[in-house]
């Protein structure tokens, strides 16, 4: 591995910067995206100015082998994260090679659907709460006496708004129905729960619980995409199987180092956010890097 200084900011010459989001930095190639994971990481809402090592390049091989896991299933915008191949599409980036190596993927573009696709397997986070007050999620009822992280009797589909700031905000199906019809509301309900399933299940042959994750899709030439990023510590609750106990909450593999320390001590969740001391940055990108090598069987490589 040689990405170990963390990368906050990218910035091409001679390439379009199309957007610039919490952790990736996107580019514009006419007829394709690229897509560059930076080592960035937020909490509560709020870009954190210390970088995790490895973060950006472990988000890019986990999505690249979940779309390739999936494809079976529906169709990506995903071509390929190998840098030689990138560059053989866009000899442009070639000046960029070192900077990208690892953490870009190559993607087809598509005019994205404005909404979250949020499947759970468990009862947890605001899922939970919402339990509590209602014994229901997104509108969906549920059975009785579940306690906080047990597992649902099938996962469910809970959409939610797509925001530019700030959390996103849960939906009912009839509500997404309302935004975008209620035939892609099927499509990609289905395609949801049919991909979080897969997930769901080869994780547990790895040790992990996905416990719940969220996707992205878009369309193009009429068909449904599975874009942005799939099934990694950032879009999804990742728990240990070893010593899953249900009735509280679960050790997990992403920045709950950060979560913890921020509310240690006390930053008002406001920002400028604080710097990270060295030890919670590297105990976390520790997480990130053990969920790579369960999941796919394979160290970091780049």
């Known amino acids: 591995m040689t990405i170990s200084e963390p990368v906050l900011q990218t910035s091409l010459n001679g390439v379009k910067l199309f957007k610039r989001g919490k952790v990736r930095d996107v580019y514009d190639l006419g007829e394709h995206l690229l897509i560059v994971a930076t080592d960035r990481i937020s909490a509560f809402d709020v870009v954190i100015p210390t970088g995790i090592p490895?973060?950006?390049?472990?988000?890019?091989?986990?999505?690249?082998?979940?779309?390739?896991k999936t494809k079976t299933l529906v169709d990506s915008h995903f071509i390929s994260s190998d840098i030689d191949e990138i560059i053989a599409w866009h000899p442009v980036l070639k000046p960029h090679r070192d900077l990208l190596a690892g953490r870009s993927m190559l993607v087809r573009k598509a005019e994205v659907v404005p909404i979250e696709c949020v499947v759970r397997g468990y009862l947890s986070g605001s899922g939970w709460k919402e339990?509590?007050?209602?014994?229901?999620?997104?509108?969906?009822?549920?059975?009785a006496g579940l306690k906080e992280s047990e597992q649902l009797p099938e996962p469910i589909f809970t959409p939610a708004t797509k925001e530019e700031s700030g959390h996103d905000v849960n939906i009912s199906e009839a509500e997404m129905v309302k935004r975008v019809g209620a035939e892609l509301t099927q499509k990609l309900k289905k395609a949801s729960i049919a991909v979080y399933t897969l997930a769901r299940n080869w994780g547990t042959t790895c040790g992990i619980i996905i416990a719940d994750t969220k996707f992205e899709f878009g369309q193009k030439d009429g068909k449904i995409l599975l874009v942005d990023e799939v099934l990694t510590?950032?879009?999804s609750r990742f728990?240990?199987?070893?010593?899953?106990?249900p009735?509280?909450?679960?050790?997990?593999f992403d920045k709950q180092f950060v979560r913890d320390y921020l509310e240690e001590i006390r930053w008002d969740k406001n920002p400028p956010a604080p710097a990270l001391p060295e030890e919670i940055a590297r105990?976390?990108?520790?997480?990130?890097?053990?969920?790579?090598?369960k999941l796919t069987g394979r160290e970091l490589s780049v």
């Open 239 to 245: 728990w240990p199987l070893q010593g899953y106990a």
């Open 233 to 235: 510590p950032d879009s």
């Open 54 to 68: 490895f973060k950006g390049a472990v988000l890019t091989a986990l999505s690249a082998f979940w779309f390739k």
């Open 131 to 143: 339990y509590q007050k209602t014994k229901a999620v997104c509108g969906v009822a549920l059975p």
């Open 247 to 252: 009735g509280g909450p679960q050790a997990s």
């Open 283 to 293: 105990k976390t990108s520790e997480k990130y890097l053990d969920a790579l090598r």
